[in-house]
């Protein structure tokens, strides 16, 4: 396909329709689900409460946009923007099956990686922006959480770029077609020859966790942890900029579990062969999306140097060992 | 290095343990209703403010005898009462009888501790709590109630 000015609009359109309904709808997603894990029914007023998003997005907007006073104007209103745009602009390299695509990269997978430091860097200006003490607390520790996430969650995906020996997305989900059993979930792959890597779950739990560290997410929502640091590095932002970053994080929870599908789950490809399609991709995501939202739900914010310590101590050695094997086993095999 | 990996073991384990009993609660009925448009039947033994309870005739059972009025710690229970003359037959012969009967039973609520005294010392078995918990307001006035118009009103 032609990469003309009328597609691109349309991809770039439909990318931020797609982020946006997620967005809105994802929160109405998680607090019906916090709602029934907690045995109460959530917000469910009004067609079991799909309502609830439109009217949460108007209040947003009718609010009064404060700039409080010392704070840096240009990165304040910057930070926002550069929380949501990465994430939209994410959405036109994955590929929803094998046909809708906006456009196959042949770096699609380091495109998105470079996008997600972004997060990083949105929370850390926001966080130093709002010259608010708690702001900058919590900026330094999204920055610091963020750059210990990146490193495991890197060499992971190295190991599977080096199994698949592209970095193009479309490419990396083909090549798992064909049933299960050739997902890079499991360990045994007969897609391009046989090969035996016995640590592929573990590279899935790897990732699933950075990920999950990656969005900010609960366990691991340490930028924002309510009850030492007001609401963290958006202490300061009411309105829509308020809502650019909540939209920002379910944009990059929807990112998060498509990354997951088309590099360990087969992306598209369907278990058994059976109508293969978009469906499956939807379905795969939105079962991940599902169990971020039952992870966050079910435990406990951890400690900065909890988290840390998994980062460095558990998980970048467990994934070094990890693309160690799988180099050996890529000249065994 | 045994340690460190029964550690990573261990912490998964109970993960998945915690995990497990999110996923089971999330199957369960809920236990809360949304409450402005559904309520919950108040337990039996629930304590809102005081009712007066009616007889066969839907007229109060109290006897006025001011019992209630007396043992209120508070002060909160004033009632009134007057004399009516009455017929009854007596022996085959009409005789004419005096009672009291209620005229006001008014309930001070901004005062009243629902100590229960009131209850326990109605010797007719003529008062009782209620089971009424909407009672927020701005006005005090609102928690002033004549409970002979309640009666009245639930009758009517």
Request: charged share 15%; with cysteine.
């Amino acid at each position: 396909m032609d990469l003309t000015i009328f597609n691109a609009v349309i991809a770039v359109v439909i990318a931020i329709a797609f982020a946006a309904a997620n967005a809105a709808y994802l929160v109405l997603a998680e607090r019906r689900g916090a709602g029934r894990i907690q045995r109460r029914p959530g917000p469910n007023v009004n067609l079991f409460g799909l309502l609830q998003p439109p009217a949460d997005g108007i209040k947003l907007m009718t609010k009064q946009l404060m700039i409080p006073g010392g704070a840096d104007k240009a990165l304040f209103m910057v930070a926002p923007v550069l929380a949501m745009a990465p994430a939209i602009m994410s959405f036109v390299t994955i590929p929803f099956s094998n046909t809708i695509v906006a456009h196959s990269m042949n770096v699609g997978v380091l495109m998105i990686f470079a996008f997600a430091s972004f997060g990083g860097m949105a929370i850390l200006l926001a966080g130093w922006g709002s010259r608010n003490k708690y702001g900058v607390m919590a900026a330094v520790r999204a920055v610091s959480q963020n750059i210990s996430y990146e490193v495991p969650m890197l060499i992971t995906v190295i190991t599977i770029v080096m199994m698949t020996g592209t970095m193009n997305l479309h490419e990396i989900a083909s090549l798992q077609s064909g049933g299960f059993w050739n997902w890079n979930i499991f360990p045994v792959s007969m897609s391009d020859g046989f090969m035996l890597q016995p640590l592929m779950p573990i590279s899935f739990l790897i990732f699933f966790i950075c990920s999950l560290a990656e969005t900010n997410r609960a366990p691991f929502d340490l930028g924002e942890a309510e009850s030492e640091l007001v609401a963290g590095f958006h202490t300061e932002y009411g309105s829509m900029g308020f809502g650019l970053f909540f939209m920002g994080e379910y944009a990059n929870i929807v990112i998060g579990a498509s990354l997951i599908t088309i590099l360990f789950l087969g992306g598209w490809g369907c278990p058994f062969g059976l109508y293969p399609g978009v469906w499956w991709f939807l379905l795969k995501i939105y079962l991940l999306i599902f169990s971020f939202i039952w992870i966050r739900w079910t435990f406990p914010r951890t400690t900065i140097y909890g988290l840390l310590n998994l980062s460095w101590k558990i998980l970048i050695p467990i994934s070094l060992f990890n693309l160690l094997l799988t180099a050996g086993l890529l000249k065994v095999f | 290095m045994g340690a460190y990996f029964s550690e990573i073991f261990l912490g998964l384990k109970s993960l998945a343990i915690g995990l497990g009993i999110t996923f089971k609660e999330f199957f369960k009925p809920v236990v809360t209703v949304p409450y402005p448009f559904e309520t919950i039947k108040m337990s039996e033994r629930y304590r809102g403010h005081i009712e007066l309870i009616e007889d066969e005739d839907g007229k109060p059972k109290c006897v006025a005898c001011g019992m209630c009025q007396r043992a209120c710690p508070s002060g909160c229970i004033s009632l009134a009462s007057k004399s009516v003359a009455y017929e009854v037959e007596v022996k085959g012969e009409m005789k004419t009888k005096k009672k009291k009967v209620l005229t006001k039973y008014d309930l001070n609520f901004t005062t009243c501790s629902l100590c229960g005294q009131c209850v326990e010392s109605c010797g007719f078995g003529a008062v009782t709590f209620s089971k009424e918990y909407n009672l927020a307001s701005f006005n005090k006035e609102d928690f002033h109630f004549d409970l002979l118009k309640r009666l009245e009103e639930r009758n009517s």
